[in-house]
Structure formats: C-alpha cells, structure tokens
C-alpha cells in the first residue's frame, strides 16, 4: 500500500501562486503515474494534472494550462504542483493520487487526505 501527504495548500491572492507537495510513501514510487485533483462545494471532483511514472507524459486540464505544472522527483518520492496566475475559480480541496495503470492513469487506487486552496479576489 502506498500513503500521500498534501502539503503546501492555503489562501493567497488572485495572480498569485502556490506550490503544493505529496510524498509518498512506498519502495516503488516510479511504477506510479501520479495526479493531481481538485474538488470544489457543488462542483464534481476534476483531474487538474497528471505524470507518468518517470515523467514522460503528462496531462493538463484546459482549464489550468499555461499556469500549471506537475513535476515529480522520483528519488525523494514526492510530486509537486507549482501553480501560478491564480484564480478565484482555482478554489478547491486539492487531492494528490497515485495510480498502478499504464500511462497517466485510469483508476487511482490511493489518495491523500487533500488540501485546502483558497483563492482571494
């Protein structure tokens, strides 16, 4: 089994940014892609951004293209989210996932516990 702690969440401004980190626990960190989730009060819980396993391929929602980045470092086992040019419509709990499948992810089979952005206008 593999455990994720989100750290690096909070309140910031709009044109802001933020970087949120996961690791990891776990002896294989590169057999998974990883991915970063967002879920907002009356919105359904989207994928904001996803790596593969060594970071080769990775995936962008329209929405945060151009201001966000996923990175991983393998060694530490953690994966980042650097987010920049904030929005209010950025708010949302953020959840970091890890998946076992091919590519960027299908079915995520572990989540961490999710931190709180808020974004100021």
């Known amino acids: 089994q593999v455990q994720l702690v989100e750290s690096g969440g909070g309140l910031v401004q709009a044109g802001g940014s933020l970087r949120l980190c996961c690791a990891a626990?776990?002896?294989?960190?590169?057999?998974?892609?990883m991915a970063w989730f967002r879920h907002a009060p009356g919105k359904e819980r989207e994928r904001v951004v996803a790596i593969s396993g060594y970071g080769v391929y990775t995936y962008y929602a329209s929405s945060v293209k151009g201001r966000f980045t996923i990175s991983r470092d393998n060694a530490k086992n953690t994966v980042f989210l650097h987010m920049n040019s904030l929005k209010p419509e950025d708010t949302a709990v953020y959840y970091c996932a890890a998946s076992k499948g091919a590519g960027l992810g299908v079915i995520y089979d572990y989540w961490g516990q999710g931190t709180q952005v808020t974004i100021s206008s």
């Open positions: 626990s776990g002896r294989t960190f590169s057999s998974y892609a």
